[in-house]
């Protein structure tokens, strides 16, 4: 029996049939009107929507609100007790460089953050950047950061007032706190400051939201006089640009899902044209930080699958001077690395747990920093400076808050120095976190993480939520989440499956949940929907399954084939029409994606596994449970028209009787609203349908 009572008439989208032929095969799709034409420009100006698509979203809009009018109480309730978790004065820890230490903070009631500084040992703040105050009057604003000149004069803010990601640069004098007349727009977010701090470089967006060219900007000049550095023509390739702790060279790094390319300047002439490292091989990957007289190089050349770490002279760093210093080991997958003045620093994850290593650079001796918890979640983050014996690390765990370390690589002193505070309290020893292993339908043993309170009663009974991702090499952390824990206090199982399509297990993980092998993230988390079943955490009506982006087209497959396994299916920002969208190649992430899900347009292969899994294409006369769908309107990742047209598929043909909601955000993209506590309303919104759809509202 379906838990939503005296529904309204659900909105019901025009049909009007569009044909799209591809390889001989012919598509008709009824919903396809729902794309703006104008969309690149509606992404800046959303009051250009077309009216008929607007007023179909208001429509879906009022019939989710009327679906869901019940559990209003209940989403206060769960509000609350989300930011009651908070604590709403919170500061970071500063970070030191040179003569000040650098952090952010929040004030109580605030929705946006503030940058400040003080004195390097200790004294009064200045807060350099007030979030909430660049915020007033904005429906949405995201802040990209702020970045400060190596003199510390300056500071480089950017920020998006609509969601579209397209971000402003502005520059602040970090003296006078006042900001300089220079306005860099569409950009990627964030710059990287010249030694002298009187120029910097940035990524500017395209109008198909692509991180295309590279320019310099000198300062007190206008964007229309910057210098392009580097145009990247490929449209199937990601590029970024980055600095060095010492300030000897700018980075250009180009990359797609599979394949990289760095291109150096060296700051000691900032004209110079970018020199290649390594050329662009489809398969080779790699990542550089500087070390002084040698960049250390994150590559797997050579075969190395699960990676290894090489050194360069910095004169020469082209690919036949590569030496190898930390080898490639099989079934340890290196994450990330950083270099000192006497230690080579890295992330690694073996068996689905993560460590952090660090080898003397002078004796080559290695340790690592250890724990000892079944599933946990660590942070690198290094320092900002290079002379150092000491780096930053975070560590948490589903049942420990967030910890914050400083770490002497010498003395190998561990010092604590901040706990995630949880004002309304919260007792490790009241719950339980563990990892049990799930078997695939081809004997593959799928990690889950689990977190329970120790009274919840494992015969079945407690609902559960499953969450899902498996993209991009994407792991999933088990960290701390003060979130759920109003689903936990509620007698909810909350389980992450860490599926095939991360890299939880290692560089084969993903690489056995992508492309031909994409269907294996979907029954992998229905296998660990069945062991959840089958060991008695849950049952199959009380069982919601959660997943964004990504996730969200992960949501959309299970829904298809196992759509009786789940009492619900929270879907946000789904990517749930793949075939469409990989066959339109003027979308923003369309030619960088095919190398994680193919290329349909060239590859008829590539086109009939798309057609064979993709969730739009795929809807069909079968009993959908209650799904919840969560778009944003200026997104330019998942378009809005995805999720729309999919809910309109979906309630066309679905037999069964929960119903199909759509929530989109008008004013927000991607990552939902942007205010720290507006982005708890809306957690507090899915959880409440998550609650109704399991048979608990209070």
């Not at 890299?503 to 949940?513: L, M, N, P, R, V």
């Not at 989109?664 to 982005?679: C, D, E």
Request: charged fraction near 25%; hydrophobic fraction near 35%.
């Amino acid at each position: 029996m379906s838990p939503f009572k005296s529904l309204p008439n659900a909105p019901v989208a025009a049909r009007k049939p569009f044909a799209d032929t591809r390889h001989g095969i012919t598509r008709t799709d009824d919903y396809a009107w729902l794309r703006a034409d104008n969309w690149q420009a509606m992404f800046k100006d959303t009051t250009i929507l077309d009216p008929e698509i607007r007023s179909h979203l208001e429509a879906e809009n009022a019939y989710m609100t009327s679906a869901m009018a019940d559990t209003e109480t209940l989403q206060k309730v769960l509000f609350s007790e989300m930011r009651g978790r908070i604590k709403e004065d919170d500061s970071s820890v500063p970070v030191k460089d040179g003569p000040f230490a650098y952090g952010t903070a929040f004030v109580t009631g605030g929705e946006q953050p503030r940058y400040f500084r003080e004195p390097r040992e200790g004294g009064d703040r200045a807060v350099l950047l007030d979030g909430d105050k660049e915020a007033e009057g904005k429906d949405y604003f995201r802040l990209a950061g702020l970045d400060h000149s190596t003199d510390h004069a300056r500071g480089i803010w950017g920020y998006d007032d609509k969601g579209s990601e397209y971000f402003t640069l502005r520059i602040r004098d970090l003296d006078t706190l006042s900001d300089l007349a220079d306005e860099i727009e569409n950009t990627g977010g964030g710059g990287v400051w010249a030694p002298d701090g009187k120029s910097f470089f940035y990524t500017l967006l395209d109008d198909n939201h692509r991180p295309s060219r590279i320019y310099h900007h000198i300062l007190g000049t206008p964007q229309s006089a910057d210098r392009l550095v580097y145009e990247e023509e490929d449209p199937g390739f990601f590029m970024g640009v980055g600095g060095s702790l010492l300030d000897d060279v700018i980075f250009i790094d180009i990359h797609d899902h599979e394949t990289s390319e760095y291109r150096l300047i060296p700051t000691s002439d900032l004209t110079a044209e970018p020199k290649v490292v390594a050329p662009r091989e489809t398969g080779l990957e790699y990542s550089m930080v500087e070390g002084g007289d040698v960049f250390y190089i994150l590559t797997n050349a050579d075969g190395a699958k699960d990676f290894k770490i090489v050194e360069a002279p910095f004169a020469t760093p082209e690919r036949a001077q590569w030496r190898e210093v930390v080898p490639h080991t099989p079934g340890r997958l290196i994450l990330s690395h950083m270099a000192f003045a006497g230690h080579l620093v890295w992330l690694e994850r073996e068996n689905g747990l993560p460590q952090i290593k660090i080898r003397d650079r002078k004796s080559g001796e290695e340790h690592a920093i250890a724990f000892a918890e079944e599933a946990f979640s660590l942070g690198l983050h290094g320092a900002a400076e290079y002379d150092t014996t000491v780096i930053r690390f975070s560590y948490s765990s589903m049942t420990t808050p967030a910890q914050l370390f400083d770490y002497d690589m010498v003395t190998r002193e561990r010092r604590l120095l901040k706990t995630q505070d949880v004002p309304s309290g919260h007792r490790i020893e009241d719950y339980v976190t563990r990892r049990v292993m799930a078997k695939a339908p081809d004997g593959e043993e799928v990690p889950v993480s689990l977190l329970y309170r120790k009274d919840t009663p494992l015969d079945g009974s407690a609902p559960c939520l499953l969450y899902g991702y498996g993209a991009y090499g994407m792991a999933i952390p088990a960290s701390f989440n003060t979130n759920c824990l109003s689903l936990v206090d509620r007698g909810f199982v909350y389980a992450i499956a860490h599926i095939r399509g991360g890299k939880d297990k290692g560089f084969a993980w993903y690489e056995d949940g992508k492309m031909e092998k994409k269907t294996n993230s979907f029954t992998d988390f229905i296998a660990a929907a069945d062991h959840l079943v089958a060991a008695r955490f849950t049952a199959y009506d009380k069982l919601v399954a959660q997943g964004g982006s990504a996730g969200g087209m992960l949501m959309g497959a299970v829904a298809n084939l196992a759509p009786e396994k789940f009492a619900g299916i929270i879907a946000a920002v789904p990517f749930v029409d793949v075939l469409s969208t990989m066959l339109d190649d003027t979308l923003p992430l369309t030619p960088p994606e095919w190398p994680e899900w193919g290329n349909p347009i060239e590859d008829e292969a590539a086109y009939h596994h798309i057609a064979s899994y993709s969730p739009y294409d795929n809807v069909g006369a079968k009993p959908y449970p209650p799904i919840l769908i969560l778009s944003g309107l200026t997104d330019p990742r998942v378009t809005y028209w995805e999720p729309t047209k999919w809910a309109a598929k979906l309630r066309a043909h679905t037999t069964g009787t929960g119903p199909i909601l759509l929530k989109t955000n008008m004013g927000a993209g991607h990552g939902g609203a942007s205010g720290r506590f507006q982005r708890l309303e809306e957690v507090a919104f899915e959880y409440a349908f998550a609650l109704k759809v399991a048979g608990i509202e209070a």
